[in-house]
């Protein structure tokens, strides 16, 4: 069942910083019909909803609840796969494993566990994330490096290695194609989250159903540039691997990129994409004809994946976007608005449910972007707050309902260009402390 890998001196997939970006940036948030290079939601879908997949997850005891804490995703072909990590200096041992095995952009299998991040461990984390892609490996009878391996939890902390192979032995038989296997998996990758994260689209092709989808992890240590995330997809397009991580990169600059829930990185951050092609489509790549709908789509289940993030982060109460218009490129109003949406002050204001725009407008002017001090308008939602840069008269009331909902939209326009982001957080709340305060305990 494994095939050979050449291996090359650079592994394949890249640490995702900001960067210009042009797929994507018309997305839309509702749902499209099918055809006409449109997609739309796939109710109920998920991981194993593309065509050669399977999930599965189980407890170890690497957590101290009986939470699944180690899974799989499984192709019963060969798939065409792509990642991008966290651009942190300290970078866990199971990205150096994972970036081996995607030498030559292709797997069978990502393995993950929860509860401890197998990172800052030294020579003896990275035997144990190259034993867990060992023993992944044998149970599925595939070559080592047709697996990845990912991790997330404490930092510091030496894997129990005893659980983790035996959570990889009781896997096989909790593989599973249908909703269970992907629930379980949901399940295993998560740690101080609140909920599972899913998303799953279709789009045609070459008069063919394609799927994407995705699962995800990350509540804290969230900030742009990657953050303590885990995120993978599967999609059953057949795609060209160098097409594929191009479209990863420049998805993830416009999604996960965009979140902050307390402005840490992690060491653990990864987004694996892994392709079967057994659509039947004919091969994509950026000159296909269908090409704008497929990344639309793909842009379009990481971005629904990022807000899921951004809004469970710990101890939130309130999803934040902060949408930029008139910024003098798209990548300053990418700046604004992470500087916006990340900002401790802000946050804590619509915690509050304060209209207190001065924070907002304050945030503005550190981002260290062009601004015109004299032009800059602010909305809360539908409610204007400043206009050419000059209080308006507001309904502190109107304003006081609309900020104790579950969304909080800021909408800043700086009248000095066409350049446009939006980002996404959540309030800052005593919760927050708390969680983080007894993360080890």
């Known amino acids: 069942m494994g095939h050979d890998k050449k291996l090359s001196e650079e592994a394949v997939g890249q640490e995702v910083g900001s960067s210009e970006t042009t797929v994507g940036q018309g997305v839309e948030l509702s749902e499209q019909p099918v055809g006409h290079g449109k997609y739309a939601v796939v109710e109920g879908g998920s991981i194993i909803t593309p065509k050669g997949f399977s999930a599965g997850g189980v407890h170890c005891g690497l957590k101290k609840t009986e939470r699944h804490d180690i899974g799989a995703i499984v192709c019963e072909v060969v798939a065409t796969a792509a990642a991008v ?11 150096k494993v994972t970036r ?5 952009g292709k797997l069978r299998a990502v393995v993950v566990n929860s509860g401890n991040a197998n990172a800052c461990t030294g020579q003896q984390g990275e035997a144990d994330a190259y034993a867990m892609r060992a023993a992944m490996a044998r149970q599925l009878g ?11 939890g404490v930092i510091g902390e030496l894997l129990k290695m005893d659980c983790v192979h035996a959570g990889i032995e009781a896997l096989p038989p909790r593989l599973s194609q249908d909703e269970v296997g992907a629930e379980d998996f949901s399940q295993a990758i998560l740690t101080t989250d609140l909920v599972k994260k899913e998303a799953c689209v279709s789009v045609v092709v070459d008069g063919k159903e394609i799927i994407i989808a995705g699962a995800a992890k990350g509540s804290g240590m969230i900030h742009p540039n990657m953050a303590t995330m885990l995120a993978f997809m599967t999609t059953d397009a057949n795609i060209d691997q160098v097409a594929l991580q191009q479209l990863m990169r420049q998805a993830t600059d416009l999604t996960f990129n965009m979140i902050t829930v307390d402005g840490d990185t992690s060491t653990n951050d990864m987004l ?3 392709a079967s092609g057994l659509a039947g489509n004919q091969s994509l790549n950026s000159t296909h004809p269908d090409w704008a709908a497929f990344a639309d789509a793909f842009t379009y289940v990481c971005q629904k994946l990022a807000m899921a993030i951004a809004r469970d982060g710990e101890g939130a109460t309130r999803l934040v976007e902060v949408v930029v218009h008139g910024a003098v490129s798209d990548n300053s109003a990418r700046v604004i608005a992470k500087t916006v949406v990340g900002s401790s002050l802000v946050k804590s204001a619509v915690f509050g449910a304060d209209a207190n725009w001065g924070r ?14 004299e032009q800059v308008d602010i909305q809360l939602g539908p409610i204007s707050v400043l206009e050419g840069s000059r209080p308006v008269v507001f309904d502190e009331e109107e304003a006081l309902v609309y900020l104790k909902g579950d969304t909080v939209r800021i909408f800043v326009d700086l009248h000095g260009g066409q350049g446009q982001a939006t980002a996404w957080g959540c309030d800052l709340t005593y919760d927050y402390v708390r969680i983080n305060a007894a993360y080890r305990t």
């Open 272 to 274: 694996i994409t892994m």
């Open 360 to 373: 907002i407008i304050a945030a503005v002017g550190r981002a260290g972007e062009p601004v015109n001090p």
């Open 142 to 152: 595939v070559a080592e490096l047709d697996v990845a391996v990912a991790s997330t």
């Open 100 to 104: 081996e095995s995607l030498v030559d």
């Open 85 to 95: 990590y966290t651009t942190s200096v300290f970078q866990a041992a199971p990205l």
